[in-house]
């Protein structure tokens, strides 16, 4: 028998049909939607959608996070206009009165839609976050979502396998957030081009569910469309607490779920995370990253002279000079949120930060702001007190939803504020007109907005 790796044994069991472009036609077992890529699509459906029961429709972008939501009945009109195509088409939809509603990439692994073994698909690049769970998880664009609707199938062309080997133990007051940047920086933003990354090693196997749903979430910052980790005891034990979850481990196929040992990918990396410090982004992607304890970087001894333009012209937007300590940078927001790190573990290691400084929020940080990724997320902080840590230290504490990972809804910075956030994204723009945003892990985000700038979670825990 040929030996394959997990990407392999997912992509076979979906296949329907290879056509002669060497394109193969999937089987869709999970849909996913929400309010911005779904207009269109459904225009382009009319009166069928092949299988309703097997979509579930979450708005969560542009969705308001207010305290006061609950007492709203108009969400937008991106947003009803959803709730009508699902209930023309008798497809599921989660309202933002409805406690199970969150983001889309945090509700469906919260609810025990995300399983191991399915194909899923849903109009947002970070469907990869799902891979964690032994998924074969992509991102589509409108135009797919709307094949997918009236076909529950996906055309696409087979990837290279690429092996992410993690080795090594974490430092106190780090987290995989910062294993995904320094991924990033190594591979940069088209390292995983046409590349499925499987993370590997027993580092990644030994972290928890919502580490490895972080590392999947960003491999999409290095390129990747899809990543996947395979099933062990410790994601079996998650999904044996999910509501619409049923399995006997004695029997279980997922248990099979991993690349077989003899396989060999088209390229291995590997990590060693011993010595990975807190990350901090300090340009307008990704891969321009450094520790806390390093200083913004100097173009001039950049050798290559795209890389080096590209570099002098994400230090002016960012409005920060070469040289300069990336602990003296002052903020102005922070953002704890986002499908990169909005879920329980999240919330509690940025509350562990808060609880031990016992300080409230810096005076030069205008606004603070918590956002739980799911319903049931919020319920387990709220049952924690979590949220009262937050609120006590001057935090907002809010509803579920994207928020300020990107700027569709309420949650934006006024032009030139720069903001500590947990997000995925630091793009020109993302979280506003001329916004700054430093992508850091959620205890990071946490000692910022008490101090008012970037400093070492490290001495802290």
Known sequence: MTSATLYDKLWNTHVIKIQ??????????????????????????????????????????NITTNPERNKNTNFGSQIELLRTNCKNHSISFLSGHDEKQGIVHVAGPELGI???????????????????????????????????????????????????????????????????????KTIGVSGGSSYSIEFKGDTSQRTAVNCRSTLCNMSIEAGAKVSLLSVDNMLLNYLNNRTLYVHTLSSNPWKNLRTDLST?????????????????????????????????????????????KTMETALSYMLLEPGRPINTINLDYVFIGSCTNSRIE??????????????????????AIVVPGSGSVKKQAVAEGLDKIFKNAGFEWRNPGCSMCIAMNSDRLFPEERCASTSNRNFEGRQGKLSRTHLVNPMMAALAAI??????????V
């Open 264 to 308: 060999v990918f088209n390229k291995c990396i590997s990590i060693n995370v011993n010595s990975i410090a807190p990350q901090v982004t300090w340009g307008t992607s990704p891969e321009m990253v450094s520790s806390v304890e390093d200083r913004v970087p100097d173009p001039a001894y950049e050798s290559n002279p795209d890389k080096r």
């Open 20 to 61: 002669n472009s060497g394109v193969s036609l999937l089987y869709v077992d999970i849909h996913f939607i929400h309010e911005v890529t779904s207009p269109q699509a459904f225009e382009a459906v009319n009166q069928y959608v092949h299988s309703p029961k097997t979509t579930l429709a979450i708005p969560d972008h």
């Open 114 to 184: 995300t399983t191991p073994g399915s194909s899923i698909v849903c109009g947002d690049s970070h469907t990869s976050t799902h891979g964690s769970f032994a998924s074969l998880a992509q991102g589509i664009g409108t135009s797919e979502v709307g094949n997918t609707l009236t076909s529950q199938t996906l055309l696409q062309r087979k990837n290279r396998s690429m092996e992410v080997s993690i080795a090594g133990k974490l430092q106190a007051g780090c987290a995989a957030k910062d294993v995904a940047l320094a991924l990033t």
């Open 346 to 367: 999240d919330l509690r290691s940025a509350a562990s930060i808060v609880r031990k400084l016992n300080k409230t929020v810096d005076k030069r940080i205008r606004k």
């Open 451 to 460: 101090s008012g700038k970037f400093q070492d979670t490290r001495r802290v």
